[in-house]
Each structure stands twice: as structure tokens, then as C-alpha cells.
């Protein structure tokens, strides 16, 4: 929009100095204004081209690995070309090849930043952001003015499992976790740690069966007793989901951790962000922590990311949707352009992608 603008502002200053000249009406100041318009246009256009060649969804111009993940990517509907595949996994699993690049991560902050309701401070509701205050327990977030050197994102991929990575995750100063995963049985390769953990409205009734019995009741508190922290719910996500989630907050008994709820805004303004760079549905939970971590933390590693259905190294085997279950995979959101995005943000630096095994 801004381009054409600045093209036709361009013509009719063309056709106005042409005129003036055939009229022989052409001043010193009337060049002078026309030549500030066309300055100030083309400044609007800059800054605004500037902010928006972020993170898209389009063909990369880097080197021949950018081009490779590309062409996985886009293969990833109608069939997942195998040597592409072995050539990203094996980019992912040097983790000496990347290292964090603070010019990048600042430079990526301030244009998420630039998004309104995009601050972790709206992360969580509190008195101080939302209009009604009835329901809700903190005067602010519990976030707010929080800054972290190191955050881990566990997502909840296969890709987990013998990984060995639990103990390079639970160093990390604060650690996200997604949908309520068990952590015991699998600590070794998940870690034991954690922080802030996201329970989706939809394992309420798959899980608990919307608390119907006193036994789904009985269930959520022992579950809920062995998580620390903050557990977060999007109770204002869906209407329809929203009575059930207040009954979860009502049925919650431990003090090992608080259930808080998410804002809608800030969901929103992450949405908006990453649908201008070319993502066409809404976020899934883990792309919306590691997006959420990026605001936070100076170093942000994700673990438990890969929304294939096969890995080829140490040798080749299936993948698991979940680390601790057998599900069938899900089609609901579009995790191969969320990988392509998380993969352009290992590329250039500004968080890191572990695939691989773990050193002890």
C-alpha cells in the first residue's frame, strides 16, 4: 500500500513541475515543497518496508541450508522429501554451527515489541489490565518486570524421548511447559523443573471429563498437586470453554502452584504479529511460548520441537506426536510453517533449536 503511495505521489509531482514549467510558474519554494513530500513519503515507505521484512514465510535468499528447510517445508503436504528432511535434521543437531546473536534477538524484540498488547507483562491477567476484577487474584502479573538470562520451552514432540536432555533443560532459570505434560516417568529426558505450564481448555474434558464426577475432580487436584509454579489457562479463549475452565480454578486445592488466566489480548498480538509474517492460523500453544520466552529471556532454547513424523539420526524411526502418549498426529494448527519460522530464528541466532541427544 505504502509502495503504490509513494509511486503516485512521484507521478503527480512529476505532472505538477511539468505544468508549472509549461506556465512558467515554477518557484524556488514551490520546488522546495514538492521535494519535501517526496522525502517524507519515501521515509514512511522505508520504515515502513523495514518492519515488515521480518520473519515471513517466503522463499529464503541465504545459504543453500535456508533454501533446503525451505523446500522441506513447502514439500510438507504432499509428501516430506526424505534427503531434504536428513539435511535439516543434521543442520539441527550441530549446535556448535549457531550461537546466539544479541543484534538479531534486539532487533527481533523491538519489532515484536512494536505489536500492541505483545509485552509478557500482559501474559497473564491481573487487576492492573484487564476492566473487571472480580475473579481475579493478582493486583498485577506476576511477570511483570521479570527478566531472565536463559529460558527453556519444552514442547511435548517425540523427539523428546532418550534424549537425555532433562538436566540441560532444568538449568535454565525459567522453564515453560506446555499442556499439563507428566513429568516423573520422564524426567530424564524432559526434566523435572519447572515454571509456567499451559493447561489447553480442551484436556479439561479429555482428561477430566469436565469434572462431571468426583473422581475427574479427585484426579485434577492430585495432578495439578505435582506441579509448581504458575499454571495458566485461556479461560476467555472460547465461550464455550470458558465455564469449564472457572470450575477447574475452583476445583484447584494446592499450594504448590497458582492457576492463573491467560489474556486474550496478548494471545491476540502474537497472532497479529506472526499473521503479517505469512503464518495463516492461529498459534499453537508451544510456537506461542517461544514467542512469549523471546520477550522474556536473552537466551532461548526449545526442546521437545519437531512436527515431523520421522528422524534419521542416530538411525532412521518413526516420531511420536507426544513424548508420553501414543495420539494420532493432529492437523489442527500448521507446526511446518511454525518450524520454518522457529527455523529462520535458529538461523539467524536469536534462539536455539535442540534435536538431538543431550551430553552428560
Known amino acids: 500500500m505504502v509502495h503504490s503511495m509513494f509511486v503516485v505521489v512521484v507521478i503527480v509531482t512529476i505532472y505538477v513541475v511539468v505544468m508549472l514549467l509549461r506556465y512558467k510558474k515554477l518557484k524556488p519554494l514551490n520546488v522546495a515543497l514538492l521535494v519535501l513530500v517526496i522525502l517524507l513519503v519515501y521515509q514512511l515507505y522505508g520504515l515502513t518496508a523495514s518492519n515488515d521484512n ?46 546466539f546473536n544479541q543484534e538479531q534477538r534486539t532487533i527481533f524484540r523491538y519489532q515484536l515489541r512494536l505489536q500492541p498488547n505483545s509485552s509478557s507483562d500482559m501474559l497473564v491477567m491481573a487487576k492492573d489490565n484487564v476492566y473487571f476484577n472480580e475473579s481475579i487474584q493478582f493486583q498485577k502479573s506476576p511477570l511483570v518486570g521479570k527478566h531472565f538470562k536463559s529460558c527453556s520451552v519444552v514442547g511435548n514432540s517425540g523427539i523428546l524421548q532418550n534424549s537425555d536432555c532433562g538436566a540441560e533443560i532444568d538449568k535454565s532459570d525459567y522453564i515453560f511447559r506446555c499442556n499439563m ?3 516423573k516417568p520422564f524426567g530424564k529426558d524432559a526434566g523435572y523443573r519447572m515454571h509456567f ?60 502452584s497458582k492457576i492463573v488466566f491467560g489474556h486474550p489480548e496478548h494471545f491476540k498480538a502474537i497472532w497479529r504479529f506472526w499473521e ?23 537466551e532461548v532454547h526449545l526442546f521437545g520441537f519437531w512436527p515431523f513424523h520421522k528422524r534419521y539420526y542416530p538411525e532412521p524411526h518413526d516420531v511420536k506426536y507426544h513424548y508420553y502418549e501414543h495420539l494420532p498426529w493432529a492437523k489442527k494448527h500448521n507446526m511446518t510453517s511454525e518450524f520454518q519460522l522457529l527455523w529462520q530464528l535458529h538461523m539467524d541466532g536469536i534462539l536455539k533449536i535442540h534435536i538431538g541427544r543431550c551430553q552428560q
Not at 528432511?85 to 554451527?97: N, P
Request: glycine letters at 6%; a positive charge; proline letters at 4%.
Open 276 to 298: 503479517k509474517r505469512g503464518l495463516q492460523t492461529w498459534p499453537s500453544t508451544g510456537f506461542y511460548l517461544a514467542t512469549t520466552a523471546l520477550d522474556l529471556c536473552d
Open 197 to 256: 505450564t499451559t493447561m489447553n481448555p480442551s484436556l479439561l474434558k479429555n482428561r477430566y471429563n469436565t469434572f462431571d464426577r468426583i473422581q475427574n475432580i479427585s484426579d485434577f487436584r492430585e495432578d495439578t498437586s505435582r506441579q509448581t509454579g504458575l499454571i495458566w489457562i485461556p479461560v476467555f479463549g472460547d465461550n464455550y470453554w470458558t465455564r469449564t475452565c472457572f470450575r477447574a480454578y475452583h476445583h484447584h486445592r494446592t499450594t504448590n
Open 54 to 99: 521480518g520473519y515471513r514465510i517466503e522463499k529464503p535468499k541465504g545459504n543453500s541450508e535456508q533454501r533446503i528447510a525451505h523446500i522441506l517445508l513447502e514439500a510438507a503436504y504432499c509428501g516430506i522429501n526424505e534427503d531434504s528432511l536428513q539435511t535439516i535434521e543434521r543442520s539441527l543437531l550441530c549446535q556448535t554451527c549457531r550461537i
Open 181 to 183: 505434560a507428566p513429568i
